[in-house]
């Protein structure tokens, strides 16, 4: 299809957590985190635990909402709620369904629920249940992939039964790799494991051969938060794409950090690099061919886009729906949605508040 000067195919976030939408103002660890490994233990390992199916549904449903207005129609989602697991990846794909907005999701297994030692030495219960989540919904007619946490905190055993798993339903690998320097092991875990068809979120601190096979996803956003120094994505063999790793699924905005990191680390550098993660992305998760947004700014070039803040889509139409107009998202009543969550949010901010 022809797309003018204005418009692109629908936007893709290659890396999402639609579990974290609501994280925004969530009680905040008692000391001020001082590692990578400290931010996951006392944010995100609490938030997940906290959260339920309603939650979920709610935290789906906004980060859908908040994606499509941004022009991203496809999202690749990466989740974890180890209290409940069973029979939220279809709460996921329902909540992105009532938006309109395409959804590949997964279950992000792990043992570290109860394990403490990394790596563990055996599959726990938890991450057979995860595993199961991923067959249940794959074998559904589920659009996702299979999910690992990070090779840090699965055992060898883990690793490969969702290898097994993926091979089974023929799709790939969704994982965290060396996003922090707690899995530095992660290429002699993965990679006589990997194929091509996995995704591998991050990469900061894998060597530039590392041998494991599939597409890296750089989140630049993200791993400035985290303080976990810079991926330096272009020194890579693998194909890159790009995430925002649950910070919202603003594509351009992504694009338009991703550069001004990269143009920090090399003043010879071009948007053009950045955009063509977006075209990799576009590989990810070709159903984004079928959608077309209209965008606010009259010309939608990567040098225009680099230093215009703030487009927005003004038009959208996935497979043929016309999903936005003149701004307006067409499918769901924006504002309840946003209130729903919100309400659900102080429940989940209350749950994590009493967590030991
Ligand atoms: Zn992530």
């Known amino acids: 299809m022809d797309l003018a000067i204005n418009q692109t195919h629908g936007m893709v976030c290659a890396h999402h957590h639609l579990y974290s939408s609501l994280a925004r103002g969530m009680p905040g660890p008692a000391t001020p985190p001082l590692s990578f ?29 908040e994606a499509l207005e941004t022009g991203t129609t496809c999202i690749i989602d990466h989740h974890e709620s180890p209290n409940a697991i069973e029979g939220s990846l279809s709460v996921i794909a329902d909540a992105c369904s009532e938006v309109g907005v395409r959804v590949n999701t997964c279950y992000g297994v792990t043992d570290r629920h109860p394990a403490s030692n990394f790596p563990p030495n055996s599959m726990t219960e938890g991450a057979r249940r995860g595993l199961e989540e991923n067959r249940r ?13 990070a090779s840090f905190t699965c055992s060898d055993e883990t690793l490969e039964n969702a290898t097994s798993l993926a091979r089974e339903f023929s799709v790939g690998i969704h994982t965290h790799v060396a996003e922090g320097k707690v899995d530095m092991a992660a290429p002699s875990r993965l990679s006589r494991l990997s194929e091509d068809n996995w995704i591998l979120a991050h990469g900061v601190h894998l060597e530039d051969d590392h041998g494991i096979r599939g597409t890296i996803i750089h989140n630049p956003r993200s791993n400035m938060n985290n303080s976990v120094g810079y991926a330096a994505p272009k020194r890579f063999v693998n194909p890159v794409g790009l995430g925002t790793d649950g910070i919202g699924a603003d594509m351009f905005d992504e694009f338009r950090l991703g550069y001004a990191r990269l143009r920090e680390n090399d003043i010879a550098e071009s948007p053009l690099t950045v955009w063509k993660m977006l075209e990799v992305n576009k590989s990810l998760y070709p159903d984004c061919l079928q959608d077309v ?21 003004r038009d959208i139409v996935i497979a043929g729906k016309q999903v936005m107009k003149d701004g307006i998202v067409m499918t769901v009543d924006a504002d309840e949605v946003r209130s729903k969550a919100a309400e659900v949010a102080t429940k989940l901010f209350k749950r994590i508040d009493d967590l030991p």
Request: glycine share 12%.
């Open 37 to 65: 490994s400290n931010i996951l233990e006392t944010v995100w390992w609490k938030l997940d635990q906290a959260l339920d199916l309603e939650t979920i549904f709610w935290s789906a449903k906004l980060g859908a909402l």
């Open 137 to 149: 919904f794959l074998s559904g007619g589920g659009n996702g992939m299979v999910g690992l946490h």
């Open 293 to 313: 947004v209209t965008w606010s700014y009259p010309n939608v070039n990567p040098w225009h886009l680099a230093f215009t803040p703030g487009v927005k889509p």
